[in-house]
């Protein structure tokens, strides 16, 4: 008895059937425009997402400002700590401080904040580098208050205090500008 072959197996061809690649397409939801506007080719990268979508866009600038303030935060920090008196009397222009403790202490906070920008100089997260942005607004406003009221309880002003606050204000306004910046939503193109 001689055994029946089976018919030979048609092979389709729809991977070169350019019509029912559209409707393999179709179907899965790929090739076409979302509702952002974006085109995915493949299912993986819609259900992914583009990871274009979450890279900050930096503002020109950012990077540089974010060294030069480490490095300010840094130099005053170390200042503090080991020169009180200098640091005291290059300010306010007067004789030294009864008290070297409070002006330690002020470089040792201020060299936590230059740690905190040093590592956001590092990171691309948003959160990240506007948090640092805002810490550092938040530590210029404060000390330009506090030297204010200073100045005006001692009635006497110091060039180096005037200086101090003129550019602790300029500081202000610059990380404001980027914190808003980094937040800022990409404009669709």
């Known amino acids: 008895m001689a055994a029946k072959q089976p018919p030979p197996l048609m092979k389709k061809h729809s991977q070169t059937d350019l019509v029912s690649r559209l409707k393999t397409r179709k179907i899965l939801g790929v090739g076409g425009e979302d509702d952002d506007g974006e085109v995915h080719r493949s299912k993986i990268s819609q259900v992914l997402g583009n990871e274009?979508?979450?890279?900050?866009?930096?503002?020109?600038?950012?990077?540089?400002?974010?060294?030069?303030?480490a490095v300010m935060f840094s130099g005053v920090a170390v200042m503090a700590l080991a020169f009180p008196d200098q640091l005291f009397d290059a300010i306010f222009e007067e004789e030294s401080v009864s008290s070297k403790t409070p002006i330690r202490l002020y470089?040792?906070?201020?060299?936590?904040?230059?740690?905190?920008?040093?590592?956001?100089?590092?990171?691309?997260?948003?959160?990240?580098?506007?948090w640092s942005l805002l810490a550092e607004a938040c530590y210029f406003a404060v000390q330009f208050l506090v030297t204010t009221v200073s100045l005006a309880e001692s009635s006497r002003i110091a060039t180096g205090a005037v200086l101090l606050m003129v550019s602790r204000a300029l500081f202000i306004l610059i990380s404001i500008y980027y914190y808003y910046q980094v937040g800022r939503r990409p404009k669709k193109v």
Not at 52 to 69: D, H, M, T
Not at 122 to 129: D, G, L, P, S
Request: cysteine-free; hydrophobic content about 60%; overall charge positive.
């Open 52 to 69: 274009i979508k979450f890279a900050v866009r930096e503002p020109l600038g950012l990077r540089v400002w974010q060294l030069v303030s």
């Open 107 to 130: 470089g040792g906070a201020l060299l936590s904040i230059a740690l905190i920008l040093w590592n956001a100089l590092y990171t691309a997260e948003k959160a990240i580098i506007r």
